[in-house]
C-alpha cells in the first residue's frame, strides 16, 4: 500500500459526460502528479500541483483540468468525454516539488460507452 | 518528442532464474531513472532508482545497471519468483524540473514454473 488512495476505482459514463475522479495523497506529501494509462499511449503525464499551485503540465487535453484544494487532495475533472478518453487514470504523490521519488495510487479505471 | 522506450514486450522466464530486462532512453539531459513494477489491477509500485552519476545500484534481489554512453538501463531481478510476474517499466526524469516521470512502453515479465 502506497499511502495514495485514489476514487472512485470504476467509472462507466457515456460521452459527452464529465466526471471527477478523486486523490488523496500520502500523508506529508504536497506534491500531486496525474498520469493516464491507455493500451496505445502507455502511460502519460498530464499534470502536477504543488501545495495547491499547478507547477507543470504534460499531454492533457483543454478537455482536462485539475486543481489541488488547502487540506491537499485532488481533483481530476474530465468533460466532453469522448471514447478515446477510456482509460486508467492514476495520481502519485511526493514530497515536495522536485522529489523525483513518486508514490502511485491504485488508480481510477474510466469506461466511456 | 524524445521518450524512453523498451526493447522487449514480453520476456519469459525459468522460476529461480535472473531476469535481465532493458530500456533505452533518448532524452541526454535525463538525470534521474526509475524502475516501477505494475501488477494486475494495481498502480506502479517503485523499485528502485539510480542517478547519472551512478552506472550501478543495488537493491534487494534487484540491480539496476545505467550506460550513458548508449543511453541503455538495465533492470536485473536475481532468483526470480512467482511474485515477480508483472509489467515493467522505465522511467525518466530530470533531477530539479516539475515535470511528470517519462515512462517507457514496459515489459511483461511471466515466470514459468
Known amino acids: 500500500d502506497s499511502g495514495v488512495t485514489q476514487t472512485p476505482k470504476h467509472l462507466i459514463t457515456a460521452t459527452g459526460q464529465r466526471v471527477t475522479l478523486r486523490c488523496s495523497p500520502r500523508?506529508?506529501?504536497?506534491?500531486v502528479y496525474w498520469y493516464q494509462q491507455s493500451l496505445d499511449q502507455g502511460l502519460q503525464f498530464l499534470i502536477h500541483?504543488?501545495?495547491?499551485?499547478?507547477?507543470a503540465k504534460g499531454n492533457i487535453l483543454e478537455r482536462f483540468s485539475a486543481q489541488q484544494f488547502p487540506d491537499l487532495h485532488s481533483e481530476l475533472n474530465l468533460s466532453s468525454l469522448e471514447l478515446g478518453d477510456s482509460a486508467l487514470y492514476f495520481c502519485?504523490?511526493?514530497?515536495?516539488?522536485?522529489?523525483?521519488?513518486?508514490?502511485f495510487g491504485p488508480g481510477t479505471r474510466l469506461t466511456v460507452l | 518528442g524524445e521518450s524512453v522506450g523498451l526493447h522487449l514486450p514480453t520476456l519469459s522466464v525459468q522460476e529461480g532464474d535472473n531476469s535481465i530486462i532493458n530500456c533505452a532512453y533518448s532524452?541526454?539531459?535525463?538525470?534521474?531513472f526509475i524502475w516501477y513494477k505494475q501488477e494486475s489491477g494495481k498502480g506502479p509500485q517503485f523499485i528502485i532508482d539510480?542517478?547519472?552519476?551512478?552506472d550501478k545500484r543495488q537493491g534487494q534481489r534487484v540491480t539496476v545497471l545505467l550506460n550513458k554512453t548508449v543511453k541503455h538501463l538495465s533492470l536485473q531481478i536475481a532468483a526470480t519468483q512467482p511474485g515477480d510476474s508483472a509489467v515493467y517499466f522505465c522511467a525518466e526524469n530530470i533531477i530539479g524540473g516539475a515535470d511528470g516521470l517519462t515512462f517507457g512502453k514496459g515489459t511483461h515479465l511471466i515466470i514459468q514454473p
Open positions: 500523508s506529508g506529501d504536497l506534491s
Open positions: 500541483y504543488y501545495n495547491g499551485e499547478e507547477r
Open positions: 539510480i542517478r547519472s552519476n551512478m
Open positions: 502519485a504523490s511526493s514530497a515536495d516539488p522536485f522529489s523525483n521519488e513518486q508514490f
Open positions: 532524452n541526454s539531459a535525463s538525470d534521474y
